[in-house]
T-cell receptor
C-alpha cells in the first residue's frame, strides 16, 4: 500500500460527459502528479501541483483541468469526454525536498471507460 | 530535452533464467535521478529503486540488480533466477526537479 488513495477505481461513462477523479496523497507529501496511461501511449505526464499551486504541465488537454485543495487532496476534471480518453489515470505524490527530489508513490489508478 | 528509451517492448524468458531490461536516457543536466518501477498485472505502479547522477555504484537487492553507467547513459535492470511473479511491465524514469519522464515500458513474461 503506497498510501496514495484514488477514487473511483472504475468509471464508465458516455461521450460528451464530465467526470472528476480524486486523489489523496500520502501523509506529509505536498506534491501531487497526474498521469494518463493508455495502451499505446505509455505513461503520459499531465500536471503537477505543489502545496496548492500548479508547478508543471505536461500533455494535458484543454478539456482537462485539475486543482489541489488546502487539505492537499487533488481532483482531475475531464470534460467533453471522447472515446480516446479511455485510460488508466494515476495520481502520485512525492515529498518535495530542496535539491533532493524523491521518488513518486502511485495510487492504484482510476480506470475510465468512455462508451 | 529529456528522454527515456526502453527499446525492448516485450521479453519472454523461461523461469529461472536471468533477464536484463535496458534503459537509455538523454539529459543535458548534471544532476538528475533515475528510477525503476514495476507494474504487475493488477495495475499498480510499484517503486523499485532510485539512483542519483552522482552515484554510479551498482546496487543489488536480492534477485534484482541495477547497473548505472553515465558513460553510456544507461541504467539497466537485471533479474536473476526469474520467477513467474516477476511478470510485469517495468518502467524506467528520469527526474530533474519536478519533471519526471517515463519510458514506454518493457513487458516481461516469465514462462513456467
Amino acid at each position: 500500500d503506497s498510501g496514495v488513495t484514488q477514487t473511483p477505481k472504475h468509471l464508465i461513462t458516455a461521450t460528451g460527459q464530465r467526470v472528476t477523479l480524486r486523489c489523496s496523497p500520502r501523509s506529509g507529501d505536498l506534491s501531487v502528479y497526474w498521469y494518463q496511461q493508455s495502451l499505446d501511449q505509455g505513461l503520459q505526464f499531465l500536471i503537477q501541483y505543489y502545496n496548492g499551486e500548479e508547478r508543471a504541465k505536461g500533455n494535458i488537454l484543454e478539456r482537462f483541468s485539475a486543482q489541489q485543495f488546502p487539505d492537499l487532496h487533488s481532483e482531475l476534471n475531464l470534460s467533453s469526454l471522447e472515446l480516446g480518453d479511455s485510460a488508466l489515470y494515476f495520481c502520485a505524490s512525492s515529498v518535495r525536498g530542496q535539491g533532493f527530489p524523491g521518488e513518486l508513490f502511485f495510487g492504484e489508478g482510476s480506470r475510465l471507460t468512455v462508451l | 530535452a529529456q528522454k527515456v528509451t526502453q527499446a525492448q517492448t516485450e521479453i519472454s524468458v523461461v523461469e529461472k533464467e536471468d533477464v536484463t531490461l535496458d534503459c537509455v536516457y538523454e539529459t543535458r543536466d548534471t544532476t538528475y535521478y533515475l528510477f525503476w518501477y514495476k507494474q504487475p498485472p493488477s495495475g499498480e505502479l510499484v517503486f523499485l529503486i532510485r539512483r542519483n547522477s552522482f552515484d554510479e555504484q551498482n546496487e543489488i537487492s536480492g534477485r534484482y540488480s541495477w547497473n548505472f553507467q553515465k558513460s553510456t547513459s544507461s541504467f539497466n535492470f537485471t533479474i536473476t533466477a526469474s520467477q513467474v511473479v516477476d511478470s510485469a511491465v517495468y518502467f524506467c524514469a528520469l527526474r530533474r526537479d519536478d519533471k519526471i519522464i517515463f519510458g514506454k515500458g518493457t513487458r516481461l513474461h516469465i514462462l513456467p
